[in-house]
């Protein structure tokens, strides 16, 4: 699986945002997919995962009500809607995908990883 993501941008705090990531290859829909980000001189960490069917999401506490993923089986895509941002929000934003059978937050769990795309957000 290839994963490609897109959306990234400049934004003054309180907009909005939507990434992207299309996969290619097969079974999309096989794959749980998640979104994590990393911030200049800081760890890696997990933002938001969604399952295979798209009925069961898992977000970090500090997204909760603010961000949402969905995903498009059909377009092999997954979705990240970012509404209320915060200068503490800008990172590179990278897309994965696990075989694992529900939503994890670890990183290790995920088998595929697409390239960042950086958000940054302006106060």
């Known amino acids: 699986v290839q994963l490609q993501a897109c959306g990234g941008g400049l934004v003054q705090a309180g907009g909005s945002l939507r990434l992207s990531c299309a996969a290619s290859?097969?079974?999309?829909?096989?794959?749980?997919m998640g979104w994590f980000r990393q911030a200049p001189g800081k760890e890696r960490e997990f933002v938001e995962a969604?399952?295979?069917?798209?009925?069961?999401?898992y977000y970090a506490d500090s997204v909760k009500g603010r961000f949402t993923i969905s995903r498009d089986n059909a377009k092999n895509t997954v979705y990240l809607q970012m509404n209320s941002l915060k200068p503490e929000d800008t990172a590179d934003y990278y897309c994965?995908?696990?075989?694992?059978?529900?939503?994890?937050?670890?990183?290790?769990?995920?088998?595929?990883w697409g390239q960042g795309t950086l958000v940054t957000v302006s106060s």
């Open positions: 290859g097969r079974s999309f829909s096989s794959y749980v």
């Open positions: 969604i399952s295979r069917t798209g009925d069961v999401t």
């Open positions: 994965a995908a696990s075989s694992r059978s529900r939503p994890t937050s670890y990183g290790s769990q995920y088998d595929y």
